[in-house]
């Protein structure tokens, strides 16, 4: 079984630019978590998905940042007019309908700096 | 070993030694907890969870023990190997709080040869 994958792994945009971040849940899972993590700290919530609906979006900034999840295709993390403060890692994590989702299974991650 | 936490986030400890990381949580209505290995470069790896309903759940070499009445976690790693070194994390999840997961700030466990 594939684990979640996110793409790129790697992301360097300027500043005022767009960054697409990229999720594909396991397979059967149909919950999607974004969290981002600064260096050497935690990782903080950001949103929550199921397909082609926000669950929860507490976490996420109010301007600038969305997210989504399609009935077709990965979960997409969109950061536009980028600025030095969003550089961080992304991490994407799923979970199963069973057990409440609540044991999360994350990807990689996008580590994204912006210059 | 022993760690604190937040007062001592790097853990040292001989390999073959046992180590104990723990965590200190805020909220008393969390129902589920998580503990996470992240190495370098990498991302979380799910090492075992517990829910509020037990106070002890053992797996491979590691064991959970929650102590609700002080809100405190502790991970126990038996035989701590080379290949155990990383960052630690505990997660909370709590009722209410839908299924989004709190982290806590990491403990870096080293083990030296």
């Known amino acids: 079984n594939a684990g979640v994958m996110q793409n790129p792994r790697h992301l360097v945009r300027r500043r005022g630019q767009e960054a697409r971040l990229r999720c594909s849940p396991m397979k059967g899972h149909s919950h999607v978590y974004w969290y981002r993590q600064l260096p050497e700290e935690g990782l903080k919530f950001m949103v929550y998905?199921?397909?082609?609906?926000?669950?929860?979006e507490s976490g996420m900034p109010k301007e600038r940042f969305s997210a989504e999840f399609p009935k077709e295709g990965p979960s997409i993390l969109r950061i536009q007019q980028v600025v030095r403060g969003d550089s961080a890692a992304y991490f994407c994590?799923?979970?199963?309908?069973?057990?409440?989702?609540?044991?999360?299974?994350f990807g990689p991650g996008t580590r994204l700096l912006v210059l | 070993g022993e760690s604190v936490g937040l007062h001592l986030p790097t853990l040292s400890v001989q390999e073959g030694d046992n180590s104990i990381i723990n965590c200190a949580y805020s909220n008393s209505a969390s129902d589920y907890f998580i503990w996470y290995k992240q190495e370098s470069g990498k991302g979380p790896q799910f090492i075992i969870d517990?829910?509020?309903?037990?106070d002890k759940r053992q797996g491979q070499r590691v064991t959970v023990l929650l102590n609700k009445t002080v809100k405190h976690l502790s991970l126990q790693i038996a035989a701590t190997q080379p290949g155990d070194s990383a960052v630690y994390f505990c997660a909370e999840k709590f009722t209410g709080g839908g299924n989004k997961l709190t982290f806590g700030t990491g403990t870096q466990l080293k083990v030296e040869l």
């Open positions: 994590a799923s979970s199963p309908q069973k057990n409440r989702g609540e044991t999360q299974y």
């Open positions: 998905l199921q397909k082609e609906n926000i669950i929860d």
């Open positions: 517990i829910r509020s309903n037990m």
